[in-house]
Protein backbone atom coordinates (compact mmCIF):
# COMPACT_ATOMS: atom_id res chain seq x y z
CA UNK A 1 0.00 0.00 0.00
CA UNK A 2 2.98 2.23 0.94
CA UNK A 3 5.63 1.16 -1.42
CA UNK A 4 7.24 -0.47 1.20
CA UNK A 5 6.89 -3.54 3.11
CA UNK A 6 4.41 -3.47 6.41
CA UNK A 7 6.06 -3.59 9.67
CA UNK A 8 3.64 -6.61 10.17
CA UNK A 9 5.07 -9.27 7.38
CA UNK A 10 8.37 -8.82 9.12
CA UNK A 11 7.53 -11.90 11.87
CA UNK A 12 7.16 -13.89 9.36
CA UNK A 13 10.35 -13.12 7.63
CA UNK A 14 11.95 -13.77 11.08
CA UNK A 15 9.77 -16.63 11.75
CA UNK A 16 10.93 -18.50 8.38
CA UNK A 17 14.47 -17.69 9.78
CA UNK A 18 14.28 -19.46 12.37
CA UNK A 19 12.73 -22.90 11.00
CA UNK A 20 15.56 -22.53 8.68
CA UNK A 21 18.33 -22.24 11.51
CA UNK A 22 16.27 -25.57 13.23
CA UNK A 23 16.12 -27.63 9.25
CA UNK A 24 20.22 -26.71 9.21
CA UNK A 25 20.27 -28.10 12.62
CA UNK A 26 18.32 -31.18 11.85
CA UNK A 27 20.62 -32.04 8.84
CA UNK A 28 24.15 -31.39 10.99
CA UNK A 29 23.12 -33.02 14.57
CA UNK A 30 19.78 -34.85 13.47
CA UNK A 31 17.12 -32.74 15.59
CA UNK A 32 14.67 -31.14 13.70
CA UNK A 33 11.50 -30.09 14.67
CA UNK A 34 9.64 -33.32 13.88
CA UNK A 35 11.94 -35.26 15.95
CA UNK A 36 11.25 -32.62 18.66
CA UNK A 37 7.49 -32.99 18.52
CA UNK A 38 7.81 -37.11 18.58
CA UNK A 39 9.41 -35.79 22.06
CA UNK A 40 6.41 -33.78 22.79
CA UNK A 41 7.89 -30.64 22.24
CA UNK A 42 7.06 -28.14 20.58
CA UNK A 43 8.50 -24.08 20.79
CA UNK A 44 6.16 -20.45 20.68
CA UNK A 45 7.13 -17.59 20.52
CA UNK A 46 6.89 -15.47 23.94
CA UNK A 47 8.78 -12.04 23.60
CA UNK A 48 9.80 -10.49 20.03
CA UNK A 49 10.93 -7.05 20.55
CA UNK A 50 11.83 -5.85 16.42
CA UNK A 51 13.81 -2.36 16.11
CA UNK A 52 13.46 -1.10 12.46
CA UNK A 53 16.60 0.67 10.55
CA UNK A 54 15.08 1.98 6.95
CA UNK A 55 12.46 0.01 4.84
CA UNK A 56 12.41 -2.54 2.84
CA UNK A 57 10.66 -1.49 -0.94
CA UNK A 58 8.65 -4.14 -2.38
CA UNK A 59 10.60 -5.97 -5.12
CA UNK A 60 14.00 -5.44 -3.57
CA UNK A 61 15.95 -8.52 -2.63
CA UNK A 62 16.90 -9.49 0.77
CA UNK A 63 17.32 -12.42 3.55
CA UNK A 64 16.66 -13.25 7.05
CA UNK A 65 18.78 -14.86 9.38
CA UNK A 66 18.52 -16.02 12.87
CA UNK A 67 21.09 -16.93 15.50
CA UNK A 68 20.88 -18.91 18.41
CA UNK A 69 22.53 -16.85 21.52
CA UNK A 70 21.18 -18.58 24.53
CA UNK A 71 20.23 -22.08 25.95
CA UNK A 72 18.13 -21.97 28.91
CA UNK A 73 16.42 -25.35 30.45
CA UNK A 74 12.92 -24.11 29.08
CA UNK A 75 13.60 -21.52 26.30
CA UNK A 76 15.48 -20.00 23.47
CA UNK A 77 16.64 -16.76 22.67
CA UNK A 78 17.61 -15.75 19.61
CA UNK A 79 18.65 -12.35 17.08
CA UNK A 80 17.30 -11.80 13.95
CA UNK A 81 17.47 -10.04 11.58
CA UNK A 82 16.27 -8.90 8.17
CA UNK A 83 19.28 -7.69 5.39
CA UNK A 84 18.68 -5.57 2.16
CA UNK A 85 20.75 -6.85 -0.71
CA UNK A 86 22.72 -4.61 -2.97
CA UNK A 87 20.46 -3.25 -5.64
CA UNK A 88 23.51 -2.04 -7.92
CA UNK A 89 27.09 -2.82 -8.27
CA UNK A 90 29.22 -0.93 -5.45
CA UNK A 91 26.28 -0.73 -2.94
CA UNK A 92 26.63 -2.82 0.56
CA UNK A 93 23.92 -5.19 2.28
CA UNK A 94 22.04 -3.21 4.70
CA UNK A 95 20.38 -3.95 7.71
CA UNK A 96 16.59 -3.48 7.98
CA UNK A 97 15.70 -4.65 11.04
CA UNK A 98 16.62 -7.31 14.08
CA UNK A 99 14.71 -8.88 16.56
CA UNK A 100 15.48 -10.24 20.09
CA UNK A 101 13.75 -13.33 20.37
CA UNK A 102 12.26 -15.41 22.95
CA UNK A 103 10.77 -19.15 22.50
CA UNK A 104 9.66 -21.57 24.99
CA UNK A 105 9.59 -24.85 25.31
CA UNK A 106 6.16 -26.45 25.67
CA UNK A 107 4.67 -29.64 25.69
CA UNK A 108 2.99 -30.58 22.31
CA UNK A 109 0.29 -32.44 23.85
CA UNK A 110 -0.59 -29.72 26.69
CA UNK A 111 0.80 -26.69 25.63
CA UNK A 112 2.84 -26.19 28.84
CA UNK A 113 6.09 -25.61 29.65
CA UNK A 114 8.30 -27.81 29.53
CA UNK A 115 12.23 -28.53 30.01
CA UNK A 116 14.51 -29.14 26.68
CA UNK A 117 15.79 -32.45 26.85
CA UNK A 118 19.39 -32.70 27.92
CA UNK A 119 20.81 -34.21 24.71
CA UNK A 120 18.60 -31.33 22.70
CA UNK A 121 20.58 -28.68 24.85
CA UNK A 122 24.04 -29.69 24.51
CA UNK A 123 23.40 -29.89 20.66
CA UNK A 124 21.73 -26.46 20.92
CA UNK A 125 24.80 -24.84 22.73
CA UNK A 126 27.26 -26.35 20.69
CA UNK A 127 25.64 -23.99 17.65
CA UNK A 128 25.24 -21.01 20.28
CA UNK A 129 26.23 -17.88 18.18
CA UNK A 130 26.56 -19.66 14.69
CA UNK A 131 24.20 -18.43 11.65
CA UNK A 132 23.07 -21.66 9.81
CA UNK A 133 21.32 -20.50 7.74
CA UNK A 134 19.50 -17.37 5.61
CA UNK A 135 16.23 -17.26 4.14
Do not use: W
Amino acid sequence: MYGVVDHTVYSEYLYTARVAFFDELASIVGYSMESMLQQNVTFATVNLHISFSGPLRRGERFYAESVLCEVKGASLKFEDRVVRLPNAPGEQEQLVCKADVRVAALAADSYKPTRISADVKEALHRYRCTTLAHT
